[in-house]
Structures are given as C-alpha cells and as structure tokens.
Nanobody, 124 residues
Framework: VQLQAFGGGLVQAGGSLNVSCSASSLIFSSYSMAWFRQVPGRERDFVAAINRSGVRKNYADSVKGRFIITRDNAKQTAYLQMSSLKPEDSAVYYC??????????????????WGQGAEVTVSS
C-alpha cells in the first residue's frame, strides 16, 4: 500500500482543518488506518486510528472531542477532521497503516507504511 497525504495548512487557533490520505491499493479495506504527528526534534506521536470497517476508532487523549477520523473504503481514503485547533496541534501529520496494526495500535513501530506528511500550523 502506498499512501499520500493531502490537506493541512495554516489556521488560527480555534479553527478547523482537514487532512486526507489516499491509498493506492485495492486492499485498502483490509487495513486499519492511523494518523500520527511529529514536531521537529520530537517523537512521532499517535493521534487517531480507525479499524477496517470504520466502526471502531481510537484517539489520543490530547485530541479526543476535537478530532474525528473517518474512512471511505470505496474511495480508498482516510480523513482526519480537526477542530478547535490549538497551537500545540502544530505538526506534520502522517497517515500510516500496516498488517500488524489494529485501531488500538498506538505504537508507531507497528505501522509499516507511511504517507509523506501534511504540515499543519496553528497560529495563536
């Protein structure tokens, strides 16, 4: 599976932004999908994950109630809707997947495929 992230950009604190991740494989629906984020000089942190059917979701505590992860298997695309954004949400957002990862997998080492990243900047 090859992943490509789209979206991101600059937004003021309190605003909303979406990122999406397109997968180039016919077996997209066989994989859980996740979003991680990384600030330069820091570890890549788990943000959210969704199971293959899109029914089960898992969020980092820092984004619960503000971010929503969804997927459209027909379009082979995963989405992350971000609202009530804070300056500390600024990061490069990466989509990820892999055969070992379920929607409960928060460890980046369980993901074998990564998108190229989409930068999100939240100004105060």
């Amino acid at each position: 599976v090859q992943l490509q992230a789209f979206g991101g950009g600059l937004v003021q604190a309190g605003g909303s932004l979406n990122v999406s991740c397109s997968a180039s494989s016919l077996i997209f629906s066989s994989y859980s999908m996740a979003w991680f984020r990384q600030v330069p000089g820091r570890e890549r942190d788990f943000v959210a994950a969704i199971n293959r059917s899109g029914v089960r979701k898992n969020y980092a505590d820092s984004v619960k109630g503000r971010f929503i992860i969804t997927r459209d298997n027909a379009k082979q695309t995963a989405y992350l809707q971000m609202s009530s954004l804070k300056p500390e949400d600024s990061a490069v957002y990466y989509c990820a997947t892999g055969p070992r990862a379920t929607h409960l997998a928060t460890n980046k080492d369980l993901y074998s495929q990564w998108g190229q990243g989409a930068e999100v900047t939240v100004s105060s």
